[in-house]
């Protein structure tokens, strides 16, 4: 029922666990039995998330942020409004934000000023997808599953419209679906 505005499926639910599972090894690794607080930012990166922590052999504290960039439109206004703030103090932390896409870098751009003003011990970014043609600031990306092209795209907690988040694999919207 979804199915029919789908144009391509780019990443297969296999191929998806298998890149989860290898940014978890080199997180733990990296951080070398830190204890790390893994901030998700709401609604998109939930699904990542959730599949990542499980790949993650590190004492890990889980919080979410949600903020407001795109709302209804597909294209990112840059104003970004926090909606949802952490939880937990984060002061002295080792932290690890979560995304599943990067797209003009504001949304990111944003949130990692506004919590490396929160005297962190240190701050990296994971996102699952990065598309750096469409990037409109300078920021440094840690840990990249997949860099895709500039196409519009849904699934694995990524929507249209607050759609498709649920679809288990990553695919390309038919046009008529957006236009
Ligand atoms: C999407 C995506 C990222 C952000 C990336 O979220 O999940 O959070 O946009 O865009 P940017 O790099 O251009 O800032 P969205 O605002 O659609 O909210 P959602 O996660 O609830 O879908
Ligand atoms: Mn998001
Ligand atoms: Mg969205």
Partial sequence: MMEK????????????????KELGKKIT??????EVVVI????GANIFLG??????NLPVAIDFMAVSSYGFSTES???V????DLDLEIEDKHVLIIEDIIDTGLTL??????LKSRKVASLKICTLLDKPLRRKCDLEIDYIGFEIPDEFIVGYGIDYAEKYRNLPFIATLKREVYE
């Fill in 5 to 20: 505005d789908i144009q391509e499926v780019l990443f297969t639910k296999e191929v998806i666990h298998d890149k989860v």
């Fill in 29 to 34: 690794e990296e951080y070398n039995n830190k």
């Fill in 40 to 43: 998700g930012v709401l609604k």
């Fill in 51 to 56: 599949d990542l922590v499980r790949e993650i």
């Fill in 77 to 79: 206004s840059g104003v």
């Fill in 81 to 84: 409004r926090i909606l949802k």
């Fill in 109 to 114: 751009k944003y949130l990692t000023e506004n």
